[in-house]
């Protein structure tokens, strides 16, 4: 059946999510999950009829939230289907291009490749920024840049002056894209303020991460209204299933944003722990991160990703030479990671 499928299609490789890849062990540290696993009342009645196609009340808890108007919110299934919308909506087939700059998040290459879109490919700078000449250099038929920040996996910001200096140089002519997924840990550094300056700006939100609710599958689009209602045109006509829409709801009112504050700053405190503990070591470099997640540089990096597998801590492996990504779980998962990492070294000097 395969030689059935699309040209593009059969040539694909899927990605490979922290889930793909599997492991076994009871130390999970490789999806940026939260470990925070919260209560929720799942009462539903009325289920024999359809969604709302863009579910009003979540729509305006999440405009509230982020300090935008409800014209500029569209929900759909997760940021990643924020991602393949912008695609389909913007990007003509074998035409028009994407730009992003690895290393960075991997979704926004497949999505592309499933639709048949070219990819130009910039490279972040050694300080892991955007390189704005060769970016120029490169903005012939691209009709989205992206820009992940706090980057996944390095887990540093992009220079907000950079970014404006990008949404400048795109106008008219790009829709510049930035991933906003890991925002919530670092409120401050949104760009949620310049969607009134610049309408070739898309801001892509969730809740998987801050919120703890990476199996509801719930995420948002911010931009101006005429782009979410290009969108409108292509997402499908019942997106977001009434139990997520209530869900996600609960996460949105009062008391689920203050718990949400709170366990950011939870893992905050985890993350100086488990940052603090590793730069102890020798030979280890850990990269400042914003997310809930670091980045860290050891000796023999896949030595190390192995080591810890084959002991039940399961952490993310990256392409960046001897770096792993590593989530921040609770106290305990920290602890018990710390202390495995540490012997480790100790074990080689
Ligand atoms: C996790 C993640 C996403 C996807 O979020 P979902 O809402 O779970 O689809 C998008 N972008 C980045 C950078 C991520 O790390």
Known sequence: MEKLARKQVQALTPYLSARRIGGSGDVWLNANESPFDNEYKTNFTRLNRYSECQPKDLIEAYASYAGVSAEQVLTSRGADE??????????????????????????????????????????????????????????????????CSPNNPTGNLIKREDIVALLEMTQDKAIVVMDEAYIDFCPEASTVDLLEQYPNLAILRTMSKAFALAGLRCGFTLANEELINVLLKVIAPYPVPIPVAEIACQALSEAGLARMKYQVLDLSAN???????????????VYDGWGNYLLIQFPEGDAMFKAAWDNGIILRNSLIKDCVRISIGNRDECEKTLSFIRNQISAIA
């Open 82 to 147: 924020g991602i393949e919308l912008l695609i389909r909506a913007f990007c003509e087939p074998n035409q028009d291009a994407i730009l992003y700059c690895p290393p960075t998040y991997g979704m926004y290459a497949i999505s592309a490749e499933t639709i048949g879109v070219e990819r130009k490919i910039v490279p972040l700078t050694q300080e892991w920024q955007l390189d704005l000449t060769a970016i120029q250099a490169q903005l012939d038929n691209v009709k989205l840049v992206f820009v």
């Open 271 to 285: 993350r100086a722990y488990l940052q603090a503990g590793l730069s102890m070591l020798q030979g280890v470099t």
